[in-house]
């Protein structure tokens, strides 16, 4: 009598651990999903059509990489947002030695913009990424694989190799790790699975924000010059 009361506890228990594991399951799922959908939204498509880039801080700020801007520092460079609104803005900062750049809005994008990680990620962390929103696109899980020299980026000691499978005109598009930040931006496009990192760049949008903050200032014209300029 004792052994099958402990055996039916036991089958109790197991249905109970496998329903909770099911459960965790879907909550982590419903939550990937999530996240997907804040990276899209906060993903923006350089115009004319090429290129891609990402809000960040403050909503009046996008980095996108800087061998897809066209134009030097000053000059307008507007973008596309998910739901195809063209918002206007200029470019305050090209880093071509690391292909980076940095993009003012007029006006504070209408997303949750993403913050932008100070540390480096870790070579077997897993990691978010979409691409263009401006056409047909899968979510992808990725793997950092490992951090090296690229022959492409001179001032990058560490740049990230990962497991990502980008399409040409992926140029500048975000790689997030699992808390949204972002941590990289595409190097190339076709199937590049490079990334420059962006950590470096947290203190200067960190600048910027402080820069746009104080009374008086202009929320758009009027270039700060460029690293690398």
Do not use: W
């Not at 071509?96 to 993009?103: C, E, F, H, N």
């Not at 006006?107 to 401006?134: K, Q, W």
């Not at 990502?164 to 190339?188: E, F, W, Y």
Request: proline fraction near 8%.
């Amino acid at each position: 009598m004792r052994a099958r009361r402990l055996s039916r506890l036991a089958g109790v228990l197991a249905v109970v651990g496998l329903a909770a594991c099911g459960s965790s399951k879907k909550q982590e799922e419903d939550g990937t999903r999530k996240d997907f959908r804040a990276l899209k939204d906060a993903t923006v498509t350089l115009y004319p059509g090429h290129c891609a880039g990402v809000i960040v801080a403050d909503g009046h700020h996008a980095l996108t990489a800087a061998h897809c801007i066209d134009v030097p520092p000053g000059e307008p460079q507007p973008v596309l947002l998910t739901n195809g609104r063209l918002l206007n803005g200029v470019v305050k900062v090209v880093d071509p030695m690391r292909d980076l750049a940095v993009i003012r809005f007029d006006e504070a994008a209408p997303v949750r913009p993403l913050s932008v990680a100070t540390a480096m990620p870790v070579p077997g962390e897993g990691l978010l990424f979409f691409g263009r929103t401006d056409r047909p696109n899968v979510p992808q899980e990725v793997e950092l694989k490992r951090l090296g020299r690229c022959p492409s980026l001179p001032g990058v000691p560490q740049a990230l190799f990962t497991s990502l499978d980008g399409d040409k005109g992926d140029s500048g598009a975000p790689v997030v790790d699992r808390q949204l930040q972002v941590v990289g931006l595409v190097h190339g496009g076709a199937a590049c699975s490079i990334a420059t990192p962006t950590a470096d760049m947290a203190p200067v949008l960190d600048t910027l924000v402080a820069e746009l903050a104080r009374p008086g200032a202009e929320q758009g014209v009027g270039g700060s010059g460029g690293a690398g300029q």
